[in-house]
């Protein structure tokens, strides 16, 4: 098992920055990638950025550019360093690792005002 816990989620203008932070513990040592995904209202949750272990990251498309996902092994930690955030951002931020199977935290709220 697996237990994840965002945190840094808040309400920022248009333009502005976040950084949201995702410590994970219990049995890391079989995770072998995590990431971030979002969900908007009414949207279906969707990757933001994923950071595997050992290998190169991936971003959304939406996202590239302005976001830097980044991942501390060695204290179990990911994070995802937001800027020029814009209001289509605004969405439930979700931690994820990936062992056999998917593990999700419980979710941070960003809100981009424009």
């Known amino acids: 098992q697996v237990q994840l816990v965002e945190s840094g989620g808040g309400l920022v203008q248009a333009g502005g920055s976040l950084r949201l932070s995702c410590a994970a513990s219990?049995?890391?040592?079989?995770?072998?990638?995590m990431g971030w995904y979002r969900q908007a209202p009414g949207n279906q949750r969707e990757l933001v950025a994923r950071?595997?272990?050992?290998?190169?990251?991936n971003y959304a498309d939406s996202v590239k550019g302005r976001f830097t996902i980044s991942r501390d092994n060695a204290e179990n930690m990911v994070y995802l360093q937001m800027n020029e955030l814009k209001p289509e951002d605004t969405a439930v931020y979700y931690c994820?690792?990936?062992?056999?199977?998917?593990?999700w935290g419980r979710g941070t709220q960003v809100t981009v005002s424009s």
């Open positions: 950071i595997p272990r050992d290998g190169d990251t």
């Open positions: 994820n690792a990936m062992t056999w199977r998917h593990y």
């Open positions: 219990g049995d890391t040592a079989s995770i072998w990638s």
